[in-house]
């Protein structure tokens, strides 16, 4: 007999299902596409290398469905790819002062995405957009520190529900040439909402608000909306530099 003290649980399951092509990247998997179907007529010793691009290319602009945890204050990975630092840090200017994310130095999670990993982005909070910042730059090495600093980045404020902000930035890296956003300041979004892609290989680092517990150490991978990087409470790993 059920309780009435609990809710039923509800059967309910899931399946897979083929990933998506994200819109940004149609365009390119149809070029790709053509030019393998065209040079099959003309020069078909470059046919299959083409169609091994264009499937490369369909992978790249991946999509998944991602299904968000729902847990009170919990900070969501807002890129694939592997944790390369977790420090303390300087706030870039674009991101500090009063109403965005103070002045005192806070701890920033990189992640480093490879061409490998699905480039499309997501909120790491439910919440408002306060800021979206675009700075166009150079296209160095995303494992150097100046990258931060030098390279093409976007910059965005994400106010939470209760009034905490979180920062993030977007970084283009060697190959990649094009940082692409889904959201502009005002915009209310909702946790693991996409935000926005940076094309072919690319970091992303954010930045979390004191009275947050960092739950990554460098060498985990995440996965964007899925893969909780910080909640209120708990034990702070070691390995945070300062």
Not at 113 to 129: C, K, L, Q, W, Y
Request: with cysteine.
């Amino acid at each position: 007999m059920a309780s009435h003290d609990q809710p039923p649980i509800v059967a309910s399951s899931a399946r897979w299902r083929l990933p998506d092509i994200h819109p940004e990247g149609r365009r390119y998997v149809l070029i790709a596409g053509a030019a393998a179907f065209f040079s099959f007529f003309l020069w078909d010793f470059v046919t299959w290398p083409l169609i091994g691009l264009t499937l490369w290319v369909a992978a790249f602009f991946r999509d998944p469905v991602r299904v968000t945890p729902q847990g009170a204050g919990e900070i969501m990975a807002p890129a694939d790819g592997l944790v390369s630092a977790v420090e303390r840090v300087a706030i870039p200017p674009e991101l500090a002062g009063a109403g965005c994310l103070g002045d005192a130095p806070l701890v920033r999670i990189s992640i480093h995405m490879s061409i490998f990993d699905v480039h499309v982005n997501r909120t790491p909070i439910a919440g408002t957009i306060r800021q979206v910042v675009y700075i166009s730059g150079k296209f160095l090495n995303i494992d150097l520190d100046k990258a931060s600093d030098e390279n093409e980045r976007q910059h965005i404020v994400i106010e939470g529900r209760d009034g905490q902000c979180v920062g993030m930035t977007q970084i283009a890296g060697l190959v990649s040439r094009r940082i692409v956003s889904f959201v502009k300041p005002g915009d209310i979004v909702a946790a693991g909402q996409r935000l926005g892609l940076i094309r072919f290989g690319s970091r992303v680092d954010i930045y979390l608000p004191d009275g947050l517990v960092c739950q990554m150490i460098p060498g985990q991978r995440v996965i964007a909306g899925e893969t909780v990087i910080a909640r209120p409470g708990g034990v702070m790993p070691t390995g945070i530099a300062h």
